[in-house]
T-cell receptor, first 114, second 112 residues
């Protein structure tokens, strides 16, 4: 696709429910990243996929968070038993291999846990 | 521990004047720096970058300066335009193999 696509754009969920957030990266981009931005905060790194390598999960805040990237393309971020502190904008980005290319971000999913 | 710091949460500048956004970092292993711009309800977009082998990179109205000894970089926008009003994020990378580390952002308002 022309850009990074994220769905849904908005999600309201009840505390304790599971949610799945989807990211469609730019075709051909080998790297995919998940970040989140909580109110008044910067972009917090969550997880990073690069090609066929094992993902870098060092940013996941708890074991309630997990992510998959199927076929080197689409990624799903899953949050189990959501808590109110999980409320944030979840941003996905992709990039070509090599750091000289900036990330291309999607528009994000605004998650509200009530 | 914040490795990338943007100490000014907001900045207001008159149209036509220079905007200077500042960023400090603590990790001396960072060797590549980027600025992103974010409008409401959109994802951040890449603006300009600089490698640690340079001290200046210019692209049109945007110039980034890097002072490695001070672990400081700045983004200059001149002349500032109302369309530049957005949140600007500074980001840093270590050897390109680790995810970008972002600051908290500075909200720039350019007043006509």
């Amino acid at each position: 696709g022309a850009g990074v696509s994220q769905s849904p754009s908005n999600k309201v969920t009840e505390k304790g429910k599971d949610v799945e957030l989807r990211c469609d990266p730019i075709s051909g981009h080998t790297a995919l990243y998940w970040y989140r931005q909580s109110l008044g905060q910067g972009l917090e790194f969550l997880i990073y996929f690069q090609g066929n390598s094992a993902p870098d999960k060092s940013g996941l805040p708890s074991d309630r968070f997990s992510a998959e990237r199927t076929g080197g393309s689409v990624s799903t971020l899953t949050i189990q038993r959501t808590q109110q502190e999980d409320s944030a904008v979840y941003l996905c980005a992709s990039s070509l291999e090599g750091r000289d290319y900036g990330y291309t971000f999607g528009s994000g999913t605004r998650l509200t846990v009530v | 521990d914040q490795q990338v710091k943007q100490n000014s949460p907001s900045l207001s500048v008159q149209e036509g004047r220079i905007s200077i956004l500042n960023c400090d970092y603590t990790n001396s292993m960072f060797d590549y720096f980027l600025w992103y711009k974010k409008y409401p309800a959109e994802g951040p977009t890449f603006l300009i970058s600089i490698s640690s082998i340079k001290d200046k990179n210019e692209d049109g109205r945007f110039t980034v300066f890097l002072n490695k000894s001070a672990k400081h970089l700045s983004l200059h926008i001149v002349p500032s335009q109302p369309g530049d009003s957005a949140v600007y994020f500074c980001a840093a990378s270590n050897s390109g193999n680790t995810p970008l580390v972002f600051g908290k952002g500075t909200r720039l308002s350019v007043i006509a």
